[in-house]
């Protein structure tokens, strides 16, 4: 979720601004008089083994030979990741 501030709101209430970022939020602060976001208040993400656990069991089976025969093999991946980069590769 994402909480817009004035720079004298966080000035009133910064610590709690601070929690919010903590708790995962970010706390945009913004210079009303200029229409600018000044910054973005961010907490530090943390590793959660249950959450990641639970995406990696909700993304089995998206990646089968049959939906991409490209990658049937190791040799064949590293082939269609070469193709991708001189594909993306550009001289000007």
Do not use: C
């Not at 995962?24 to 208040?41: F, N, S, W």
């Not at 083994?49 to 590293?78: R, S």
């Amino acid at each position: 979720m994402t909480l817009s501030v004035s720079i004298s709101q966080f000035r009133q209430h910064i610590a709690d601004y601070i929690a919010k970022a903590n708790e995962g939020y970010t706390v945009i602060i913004k210079d009303e008089k200029k229409g600018q976001e000044i910054v973005q208040l961010v907490g530090k993400k943390k590793f959660n083994p249950e959450i990641f656990g639970k995406a990696l069991e909700n993304a089995v089976g998206v990646f089968t030979p049959e939906n991409h025969p490209e990658w049937k093999t190791k040799q064949d991946v590293i082939k269609w990741v070469d193709q991708g980069r001189k594909a993306a590769d550009r001289t000007f």
